[in-house]
């Protein structure tokens, strides 16, 4: 499965573009269209994008997660080392080693919350001067078909790029755009 993506001048064009890829196939849910009103998205009965895909909350939960596992086997050291010989000392490390890597998965979803996702960063002026992103959640071989008749039929469309559908953690800058 491959993600599609699209750039739009407006959301009229995003709704032609969602009709023609229902027309050639692609499931309604599998549309996904980025614009700055969310409401006029949902009056044209166009799928909006839901928080997890607008903001970096998942990824940047994977970066703090495995950013914490790395924390915790220090903590898990360092604890084990101050608490040898003590009864209820692994009960202690245990411990402190999940509120370790549970404080570094939360913290890296709440900073991914006030980010912009890192597949939309590149558009996050012509969403804000209007225009809209569209992604097409389409199966591999498909792909070609679709691109060719999107081009015929809608002019204005312009490829905007192609990813696996999977988010991969170490993708995209670390610098992380605030969402405004």
């Keep these: 499965m491959l993600r599609v993506l699209y750039r739009l001048p407006d959301l009229t064009f995003a709704q032609k573009l969602n009709d023609l890829a229902e027309a050639e196939g692609v499931s309604h ?11 006029a998205t949902q009056k044209k009965h166009l799928n909006d994008l839901s928080f997890l895909e607008e903001y970096d ?3 940047s939960g994977e ?4 950013i914490g596992i790395l924390l915790t086997v220090l903590t898990g050291l360092a604890v084990h080392e101050l608490m040898e010989g003590h009864p209820v000392a ?3 490390t245990f411990f402190a080693c999940m509120v370790v890597l549970g404080y570094s998965t939360w913290l890296g979803g709440l900073i991914g919350a006030s980010s912009d996702n ?3 960063q590149p558009f996050h002026d012509h969403l804000e001067k209007g225009g809209s992103v569209v992604m097409l959640d389409v199966e591999s071989t498909s792909v070609s078909k679709l691109t060719r008749v999107i081009a015929v039929q809608i002019p204005e469309a312009e490829p905007a790029g192609r990813s696996q559908r999977l988010d991969n ?3 995209g800058s670390w610098l ?3 969402h405004s």
């Design 29 to 39: 849910n599998r549309i996904h269209i980025a614009h700055k009103d969310h409401l």
């Design 57 to 59: 909350t998942v990824r």
């Design 63 to 66: 970066r703090g997660f495995l």
């Design 90 to 92: 692994s009960v202690v």
């Design 118 to 120: 890192f597949r939309l």
């Design 169 to 171: 953690p170490f993708m």
């Design 176 to 178: 992380l755009r605030k």
